[in-house]
């Protein structure tokens, strides 16, 4: 059975840099059939797709925080990662990582997801 | 980027009950990438359905999915306690991805 599990800070100064990490264990990083994500939930609010990497490290990202944002993936430790810059208030979230899985003809979706971090940007 | 604009915003509805949930699309998406989660207080997402109207592994058939172009449709054929919940669409057909505000589904 596929798991992911992020890990990272808690709590995150303005203006500073967040990194997390997800570690997918019981399969393989390396899919070919696979990309690997980052949504992201403020309390009490819906869902928001952060951005994706496959395992050759091609990425997407979302354009409202291209410019803020890093994803790369770690194939031999089974692990992705983001980075995410210039944190306001506004990026106080819970973070969670998830497979997207799927293929052309029964289509995508985020069939794998982590627990989810909370991480709240505060002085 | 796709709007998916989802309604009703809250329903509510008693055990046994049908629930219809809707989700609209701003522009016309393929219905292999259009997908449906559920999501319990402190939980992650669970996904229900892919491709519009299959059920992922271990759904039961109460929950099923339906649509085309830009309108899609969640049924729960009988509710069950354990169906309260916020449930969000979701399209992965066009970048970015995005998510409907959710249809959060309520004890009556």
């Known amino acids: 059975q596929l798991q992911l599990r992020e890990s990272g800070p808690g709590l995150v100064k303005p203006s500073e840099t967040l990194s997390l990490t997800c570690t997918v264990s019981?399969?393989?990083?390396?899919?070919?059939?696979?990309?690997w994500a980052w949504i992201r939930q403020p309390p009490g609010q819906g869902l928001e797709w952060i951005g994706s990497?496959?395992?050759?490290?091609?990425?997407q990202y979302n354009p409202s925080l291209k410019s803020r944002l890093t994803i790369s993936v770690d194939t031999s430790n089974n692990q992705f990662s983001l980075k995410l810059t210039s944190l306001t208030a506004a990026d106080t979230a819970v973070f969670y990582c998830a497979r997207r899985g799927g293929d052309f003809w029964s289509g995508y979706r985020f069939d794998y997801w982590g627990q989810g971090t909370l991480v709240t940007v505060s002085s | 980027e796709i709007v998916l604009t989802q309604s009703p915003g809250t329903l509510s509805l008693s055990p046994g009950e049908r629930a219809t949930l809707s989700c609209r699309a701003s522009?016309?998406?393929?219905?292999?990438?259009l997908a449906w989660y559920q999501q319990k207080p402190g939980q992650a997402p669970r996904l229900l359905i892919y491709?519009?109207?299959s059920r992922a592994t271990g759904i039961p058939d109460r929950f099923s999915g339906s649509g085309s172009g830009t309108d899609f449709t969640l049924t729960i054929s009988r509710l069950e306690p354990e169906d309260f919940a916020v449930y969000y669409c979701?399209?992965?057909?066009?970048?970015?991805?995005?998510f409907g505000q959710g249809t959060k589904l309520e004890i009556k």
């Open positions: 491709g519009a109207s």
């Open positions: 979701h399209q992965c057909g066009t970048s970015p991805d995005t």
């Open positions: 019981g399969g393989s990083i390396s899919s070919t059939s696979d990309y």
């Open positions: 990497v496959y395992y050759s490290g091609s990425t």
């Open positions: 522009q016309s998406i393929s219905s292999r990438y």
